[in-house]
């Protein structure tokens, strides 16, 4: 688990987005104290989603 400040946060927005994804959790701590957590969440396939046919 890693800690940022929000400046951090805000300067490597892309960078923490991929260290969430491999990553357990990223926190996020402004300058007032709170702690945010930062987690993936993986995509649900949608019960619509079907697999393409080859028609030939």
Avoid: C, H
Wanted: no cysteine; net charge positive.
């Amino acid at each position: 688990m890693q800690i940022f400040t929000s400046l951090e946060a805000k300067q490597n927005f892309s960078r923490i987005l991929d260290m969430a994804d491999s990553a357990d959790k990223v926190l996020i701590r402004r300058k007032d104290g709170k702690t945010y957590s930062l987690t993936s969440k993986q995509r649900e396939p949608s019960p619509l989603d079907v697999p393409s046919i080859n028609a030939n």
